[in-house]
């Protein structure tokens, strides 16, 4: 027997029930449950009705999970659940749900923040993390870049959204282009047939001026603006809109920002390594992008599988498994679920 830590890591911050279980940087089981498609008719996610999917699926995950990963749940040596961000409600059942599985086998309990979980995942599938390294976080609802000297104490903000998200604006996009939810990959396969350069849509934040005060910011609201203005001056004209050229034009802008700032990060701080996580981190041309730009930069770049990326249980566990392999203090069992969990605080 392995004397590695055996985590079970619960992920609620959203709409998908995730249950992971590690050992040490060992992945043994990742149960997701998703209710995709009980918000996709409201062309997003809608809060209460995620708090009540994951009740209902909050049981049967951890079962399939340690059913794949052939344990027992007294077999555990700890237990890991997102505290924060997220959303308030779907928070309250995994911190709840965490603290009874806690509580009723006498493990030591680890509130954990979702954005060190998404940096915390690529020991998973890339060993242990360098030391410092840069990450860039992007999703619907962060797009951050962090200094990441410890991802179980010192987590530093470098830059964040100053409005919409990426994975926002990729929705918001989607929807102007008559594409399903969530709008991240429909519009990465849409733009796989379209041409990249057919619009020269604009790079928010990347002026002079504005690089002056928001060097490591992000801003996708003018973008998704001038998507919609663009498609709509098309309608009016009775001209039809080249979706997959449209989707290509605007999936550029997005990812040449992103990386542009991301390398750019790097150098400042005299870090060699990027790391880039997220449900956009499944992003086709994004992975291509950052690829192309960090071995032009001499940077190593890391990315978890696409899996990995979008929210999910193995991410609270292996940041669970790090936390106490390294003898961090254990929460107490009035942790809070925090919605505005600030990324300074790895640990609730």
């Not at 809109?241 to 750019?264: H, I």
């Not at 003898?327 to 790895?346: E, K, N, Q, Y």
Request: charged share 20%.
């Amino acid at each position: 027997m392995s004397d590695e830590p055996l985590v079970l890591g619960i992920e609620t911050s959203c709409d998908e029930t995730g249950v992971g279980i590690v050992r040490g940087g060992t992945l043994l089981a990742d149960a997701v449950a998703s209710s995709l498609e009980e918000h996709a008719r409201f062309g997003g996610v809608v809060p209460e009705v995620a708090s009540r999917a994951h009740l209902e699926a909050m049981i049967p995950s951890v079962d399939r999970a340690c059913e794949t990963a052939g344990i027992r749940l007294a077999d555990v040596d700890a237990i890991s659940v997102t505290s924060g961000p997220g959303l308030a409600g779907a928070l309250l059942v995994g911190v709840a749900a965490a603290k009874a599985l806690a509580l009723g086998l006498g493990k030591p309990l680890y509130g954990v923040n979702h954005l060190a979980a998404h940096v915390a995942v690529d020991t998973l599938e890339h060993g242990p993390l360098p030391e410092p390294c840069v990450s860039l976080l992007v999703s619907g609802g962060h797009s951050s870049l962090l200094l990441v000297e410890d991802v179980t104490d010192t987590v530093d903000p470098l830059g964040s959204t100053v409005d919409d998200a990426a994975g926002e604006a990729f929705d918001k996009v989607a929807r102007l282009l008559g594409l399903p939810f969530p709008g991240g990959p429909y519009v990465d396969r849409e733009a796989k047939a379209g041409d990249s350069a057919y619009v020269r849509f604009p790079r928010g934040l990347t002026g002079q001026r504005d690089l002056a005060r928001h060097r490591f910011d992000f801003s996708f609201s003018g973008l998704k603006t001038a998507v919609a203005r663009w498609v709509e001056t098309r309608e009016r004209a009775g001209e039809p809109v080249p979706v997959a050229d449209v989707a290509a034009s605007f999936q550029e802008a997005v990812c040449d920002v992103l990386t542009r700032k991301a390398v750019d990060a790097c150098r400042t701080r005299g870090v060699d390594d990027l790391l880039i996580g997220g449900g956009v981190a499944a992003n086709s041309r994004l992975r291509a992008m950052a690829e192309e730009r960090c071995a032009a930069a001499g940077i190593r770049l890391r990315v978890p599988r696409p899996k990995l990326c979008t929210d999910n249980g193995a991410m609270v566990a292996a940041l669970g498994a790090q936390m106490l392999a390294r003898g961090r203090t254990a929460s107490r069992l009035d942790l809070v679920a925090d919605s505005s969990l600030p990324v300074t605080t790895v640990a609730g």
